[in-house]
């Protein structure tokens, strides 16, 4: 399974920016994809996470209300609508989606075993 994230950038507080995921490959073993964020010095920390054929959906308390994460399974494309954006949310966003194997709870990395390269986010104060 490969991972192509994209969509990160440079904008000011308050403002938004649409990532997106695109899988390919051996993808039917997917069921759950996950966005995470790693900022300078932090650890990677959960974001969003969404199941491919429930489309249910679980955000860390940071993301609830600014952050919204949804699927095109025909593209097997996963979105990640961010609007108003804080410094605090300036960091690499990598997203990541489980195999065979996996298990675990879904804010877990080690719920996860492919991973895109990461996109940079931005937010200006």
């Known amino acids: 399974v490969q991972l192509q994230a994209s969509g990160g950038g440079l904008v000011q507080a308050g403002g938004s920016l649409r990532l997106s995921c695109a899988a390919s490959?051996?993808?039917?073993?997917?069921?759950?994809m996950g966005w995470f964020r790693q900022a300078p010095g932090k650890e990677r920390e959960f974001v969003a996470a969404?199941?491919?054929?429930?489309?249910?959906?679980h955000y860390a308390d940071s993301a609830k209300g600014r952050f919204t994460i949804s699927r095109d399974n025909a593209k097997n494309t996963v979105y990640l609508q961010m609007d108003s954006l804080e410094p605090e949310d300036t960091a690499v966003y990598y997203c990541?989606?489980?195999?065979?194997?996996?298990?675990?709870?879904?804010?877990?990395?080690?719920?996860?075993?492919?991973w895109g390269q990461g996109t940079q986010v931005t937010v200006s104060s």
């Open positions: 490959g051996r993808t039917s073993s997917s069921r759950i």
């Open positions: 990541a989606t489980d195999g065979n194997f996996n298990s675990g709870p879904y804010y877990s990395t080690g719920r996860y075993e492919y």
């Open positions: 969404i199941f491919w054929n429930s489309g249910y959906t």
